[in-house]
């Protein structure tokens, strides 16, 4: 029999591995998806997928939930809306390999709002694996490239991805200080999945990016299941527990296994290059969150 102990930990590795196949799957079709439909679309399929296991639920504790009815719409703005909309905007400009690197920057937006924002402390070493992850980012963002370098000419699409990775760092954060004790972890879900989808709509009314339709085919209906059952419902079901069990310290850790799992993926679906940037991109960042997870020393 599994020890208790260590399911929190082997539970925490779908979520990298299930959104590492997010992005992937994400580039495949991004010639085929807008960003906001894609992400409303997944969605809205999930929350569909979800309804008949958590409305029951949702009702039986719906009192909890008027009672913080607020909270958890931020929440689910944060990593309902916004993260999966962001990400599918950055995939149509930039690489799966350098999406998931660049989200091994969240537990660094983690640790530096933590100390600026709730004055939680934070050591010089830490303070220097920060300024190494930095540099691991300016890597991947330049490519080591003199003409980007010297024009300053950015992937648009990485922007968006570190925009992305700071929304989630900002909703890992928040999880530990917004989610209600005494809500379940299905209806908590079930209903950022509601809230979350409803204030899409008006977004892809909007049109703000001027999108043009989702292109449906075999390949983009086959994409559209698997992003609306495994990175949506079963990896946000493990995130929370994990996170609940391990906290956003330790529970954040794991993102870093999806730099690993994407590259692979990329490599063998997309056919992606893995590049000297990347690796030196990638150890940057590694190296730079263990010495910012470092305490120092009395």
């Not at 950055?90 to 091994?104: K, P, R």
């Not at 809230?195 to 049109?207: Q, R």
Request: aromatic share 12%.
């Amino acid at each position: 029999m599994m020890n208790k102990k260590f399911f929190p930990y082997l539970v925490m590795i779908l979520p990298p591995l299930f959104w590492a196949g997010n992005f992937v799957v994400g580039r495949a079709v991004s010639d085929q998806h807008a960003p906001i439909g894609l992400s409303f679309s997944r969605w809205l399929l999930a929350s569909l997928i979800l309804l008949p296991f958590v409305i029951k639920p949702i009702w039986q504790q719906r009192q909890i939930i008027k009672r913080n009815l607020a909270k958890i719409f931020l929440l689910s703005v944060l990593s309902i809306s916004a993260f999966n909309s962001f990400a599918y905007i950055a995939l149509q400009t930039t690489t799966a390999t350098n999406a998931t690197l660049l989200n091994s920057f969240i537990p660094i937006f983690i640790l530096v709002i933590s100390g600026f924002f709730l004055k939680e402390n934070i050591s010089r070493i830490q303070i220097l694996g920060v300024l190494v992850s930095l540099a691991g980012v300016f890597v991947i963002l330049t490519r080591l490239d003199k003409t980007v370098i010297s024009s300053l000419e950015v992937n648009q699409g990485d922007l968006w991805m570190l925009v992305a990775t700071l929304d989630w760092a900002l909703y890992s954060i928040l999880l530990k200080y917004l989610r209600p004790k005494d809500l379940n972890p299905m209806p908590f879900l079930g209903v950022m999945m509601i809230m979350g989808t409803l204030v899409l709509i008006p977004v892809l009314a909007l049109n703000p990016f001027n999108e043009a339709s989702i292109t449906w085919s075999p390949e983009m209906i086959k994409a559209l299941a698997y992003i609306a059952i495994f990175p949506s419902i079963v990896s946000y079901l493990a995130w929370n527990y994990g996170m609940q069990k391990l906290g956003a310290s330790l529970g954040g850790q794991f993102i870093h296994l999806m730099p690993l799992f994407g590259a692979l993926m990329a490599v063998a679906f997309l056919g992606e290059k893995i590049q000297l940037y990347h690796l030196i991109g990638g150890i940057c960042i590694a190296l730079g969150l263990w010495l910012s997870m470092q305490k120092a020393k009395t």
